[in-house]
Nanobody, 130 residues
């Protein structure tokens, strides 16, 4: 199970840190058996990938333009989305997703496809006012 938190309404130029807590894993060793991602969906738009990481690589969407990072705490089975210099165009429902390593679904070319992920959280809302 994935549970997001940290969404809020902020002024343009502000920062937010979203959290995604994973439960149901046997231990932090299980954590490394998965690949992870953040997605977002704005009203009237399709869901899009924001960032992803596995044990070896972290990738970001061109749209986040270096303003987002994905810190993680494997001991707490939690990943984060640090968002800086927020602008109104990034307002959306943000959710985290995960898939099992070895499933053959994840790739650097196709990481932003929703179909690559088995597990999804409910999302947390980010609103940015100008």
């Amino acid at each position: 199970q994935l549970l997001e938190s940290g969404g809020d309404s902020v002024q343009a130029g502000g920062s937010l840190r979203l959290s995604c807590a994973a439960s149901g894993l046997k231990s932090n060793f299980d954590y490394f058996d998965y690949y992870w991602a953040w997605f977002r969906q704005a009203p009237g738009k399709e869901r899009e990938g924001v960032a992803t990481f596995n044990n070896f690589i972290t990738l970001y969407s061109d749209a986040v333009d270096g303003r987002f990072t994905v810190p993680r705490d494997s001991a707490k089975l939690t990943l984060y989305l640090q968002m800086n210099d927020l602008q109104p165009e990034v307002a959306a429902m943000y959710c985290c997703a995960a898939g099992r390593q070895g499933s053959g679904l994840w790739s650097e070319e196709a990481w932003s496809s929703e179909s690559r992920y088995e597990y999804w959280g409910q999302g947390t809302q980010v609103t940015v006012s100008s």
